[in-house]
């Protein structure tokens, strides 16, 4: 089941399960403030009190985790503790917020986030044109090609209300990888009330695994200003 607008819409993709419907629902607070822009929460700044900067150090295993996917370890550091790449989030005014580092021996969770803030992961902040993606990598890889661009990382393809918040008032970007097509019907629907505009963007390959030029080349193709990103 998901909500769109002010409707519940259920239904089980079971193929041998016809078990469908639609009810009429009120606007819950969230959908009021994130139509309205006057949501808070995404407005005020990463906390950040939690990130101890000194745990982190150099070290040329970052560069090697980042090398097939085609990202530079600009922005990267690495915890020695638990051999993970960390990369440093920050705002637009270039001071680090909080920060998200990938395990490269198997330990769980395999990303973790550092800092204690409850906002949506955000990479390259203060836009207003903003591209939901599903993993972390895809969202940095991104925000390396668009400057001008702000990416959420779903960690997935669910799109919380913190995310919706964040997402209100902007020119939104649905980019998930190919495999979620329905989800990203889905998402556009839902954001479709609260964003300035909406677009999916229809991928060939995951973003983690394209190129610049094929990602460049995508984004145009679903009629997005990419020289505007840049």
């Given at each position: 089941a998901w909500r769109s607008g002010n409707k519940i819409v259920y239904n089980c993709f079971s193929a041998s399960c016809g078990v469908s419907g639609v009810r009429?629902?009120?606007?819950?607070?969230?959908?009021?403030?994130?139509?309205?822009?006057?949501?808070?929460?995404?407005?005020?700044?990463?906390?950040?009190?939690?990130?101890?900067?000194?745990?982190?150090?150099?070290?040329?295993?970052?560069?090697?985790?980042?090398?097939?996917?085609?990202?530079?370890?600009?922005?990267?550091?690495?915890?020695?503790?638990?051999?993970?790449?960390?990369?440093?989030?920050?705002?637009?005014?270039?001071?680090?917020?909080?920060?998200?580092?990938?395990?490269?021996?198997?330990?769980?969770?395999?990303?973790?986030?550092?800092?204690?803030?409850?906002?949506?992961?955000?990479?390259?902040?203060?836009?207003?044109?903003?591209?939901?993606?599903?993993?972390?990598?895809?969202?940095?890889?991104?925000?390396?090609?668009?400057?001008?661009?702000?990416?959420?990382?779903?960690?997935?393809?669910s799109l919380s209300l913190g995310g919706l918040s964040y997402l209100s008032s902007k020119n939104a970007f649905i980019a998930l990888d190919r495999d979620a097509t329905d989800k990203s019907i889905q998402m556009h629907r839902r954001l479709a009330s609260v964003c300035h505009s909406v677009k999916i963007v229809r991928l060939t390959h995951d973003i983690k695994d394209s190129c610049s030029s094929e990602i460049e080349g995508v984004f145009a193709h679903a009629g997005v200003d990419t020289l505007a990103l840049r």
């Open positions: 009429q629902v009120g606007d819950t607070v969230e959908d009021v403030k994130a139509r309205h822009g006057r949501s808070q929460s995404v407005t005020e700044p990463f906390q950040t009190s939690s990130l101890d900067l000194k745990r982190f150090r150099h070290d040329p295993a970052v560069a090697n985790y980042l090398r097939p996917f085609g990202i530079p370890a600009d922005g990267w550091t690495f915890d020695p503790v638990e051999r993970r790449a960390v990369y440093l989030m920050t705002d637009n005014r270039g001071k680090i917020t909080d920060a998200i580092g990938r395990s490269l021996i198997g330990r769980q969770p395999k990303w973790k986030r550092y800092g204690d803030s409850s906002l949506p992961l955000v990479i390259n902040p203060g836009h207003d044109n903003i591209a939901a993606v599903e993993d972390v990598i895809s969202a940095i890889k991104l925000s390396c090609i668009f400057n001008k661009l702000s990416v959420l990382c779903l960690l997935g393809t």
